[in-house]
């Protein structure tokens, strides 16, 4: 079993639809999640950081962290053709001075005017 | 503030030879990682250095290494090239003590 699991997609929604993105991780040490955009040929951009479990709001970004399912979220209202990328999970267990992260594969979105 | 600074971003070699990386952390941040990114693996990480010390590595062959200099950035370096390193080479930086990574735009590695 791959310590992160991403559907891979791809995701096709219109424009103004809400995008539901999602993974799921077996290793309970995890403690900090992050979401990155990566755009064709361009490197992973940060969306959302969060530690442990809860909500954060940024904009029309949604995360969200249940670590009693192992489960992640990232949320987008009111999506625009400039959101299509590759979104990706990342985890880290923020052991001592690891600063490794874990990736899921990453979901591919388009969003269609 | 710049940002992480890959160079160079498009390299072509052949199998056998060797290719090094370059990559210049966002000021002020001394932690740099390297990760692999392929259609099959997706990013993979290879190593993490700080102040100079490697503090991390991932599951890679020892024909993959690396080097921090004083000022922080960083070099990579693969020897014997197969066709299978084949892929972006991504590098992020982070300040010490936050696990938060920033990305350059990588280096596309293409073995022939």
């Known amino acids: 079993q791959k310590e992160v699991e991403q559907d891979p997609g791809p995701l096709s929604v219109p424009e103004g639809a809400i995008v539901s993105l999602n993974c799921t991780y077996s290793?309970?040490?995890?403690?900090?999640f992050m979401w990155y955009r990566q755009y064709s040929r361009k490197g992973p951009e940060l969306l959302m950081y969060t530690y442990s479990s809860g909500n954060k709001e940024d904009g029309r970004f949604t995360a969200q962290v249940d670590k009693s399912s192992k489960y992640i979220s990232l949320f987008i209202r009111d999506s625009q053709p400039s959101d299509s990328a590759t979104y990706l999970c990342?985890?880290?267990?923020?052991?001592?001075?690891?600063?490794?992260?874990?990736f899921g594969k990453g979901t591919l979105l388009t969003v269609n005017p | 503030k710049a940002g992480v600074t890959q160079t160079p971003r498009y390299l072509i070699k052949t199998r056998g030879q060797q290719v090094t990386l370059s990559c210049s952390p966002i000021?002020?941040?001394?932690?740099v990682s390297w990760y692999q990114q392929t259609p099959g693996q997706g990013l993979q990480f290879l190593f993490e250095y700080f102040s100079e010390t490697q503090r991390n590595k991932g599951n890679f062959p020892g024909r993959f290494s690396g080097r921090q200099f004083s000022n922080s950035r960083s070099e990579m370096n693969v020897s014997t090239l197969e066709l299978g390193d084949s892929a972006l080479y991504l590098c992020?930086?982070?300040?010490?003590?936050?696990?938060?990574?920033?990305f350059g735009p990588g280096t596309r590695l293409l073995v022939l």
């Open positions: 992020a930086s982070s300040i010490a003590g936050q696990e938060t990574q920033y």
């Open positions: 000021s002020g941040h001394r932690s």
């Open positions: 290793n309970s040490a995890f403690q900090y």
């Open positions: 990342a985890m880290s267990d923020g052991g001592g001075s690891n600063y490794k992260l874990t």
